[in-house]
């Protein structure tokens, strides 16, 4: 499994950015794809998962209601939309992948990852 993030950069707070993932390698009808990101001096933490066939998606609570996970089945993508973008959401995003249908949220528990992209929010 493959997995190449973009998307990140340098935003003003209460802006937008998307996030893409490709993914390659694989079917990925059995797997859940996650966004997880890592701030400075902390540990990787859940951001969102989808499930690649069902399309029922989990976010963590930090980000509830302003960040959006989706997929694209025909062009192997997952997208974070993220809206109302704060300082703290200021952080290195990664694109993982489990070979499992169920939503976790735990970094372990995904197989593969991608390179991470930065997303800086300035205040």
């Known amino acids: 499994v493959q997995l190449q993030a973009s998307g990140g950069g340098l935003v003003q707070a209460g802006g937008s950015l998307r996030l893409s993932c490709a993914a390659s390698?694989?079917?990925?009808?059995?797997?859940?794809m996650g966004w997880f990101r890592q701030a400075p001096g902390k540990e990787r933490e859940f951001v969102a998962a989808?499930?690649?066939?069902?399309?029922?998606?989990a976010v963590a609570d930090s980000v509830k209601g302003r960040f959006t996970i989706s997929r694209d089945t025909a062009k192997n993508m997952v997208y974070l939309q993220m809206n109302m973008l704060k300082p703290e959401d200021t952080a290195v995003y990664y694109c993982?992948?489990?070979?499992?249908?169920?939503?976790?949220?735990?970094?372990?528990?995904?197989?593969?990852w991608g390179q991470g992209t930065l997303v800086t929010v300035s205040s």
């Open positions: 993982a992948a489990r070979k499992n249908m169920i939503i976790v949220t735990t970094t372990l528990d995904y197989d593969s």
């Open positions: 989808i499930r690649w066939s069902a399309g029922n998606s």
């Open positions: 390698g694989r079917t990925f009808s059995s797997y859940v």
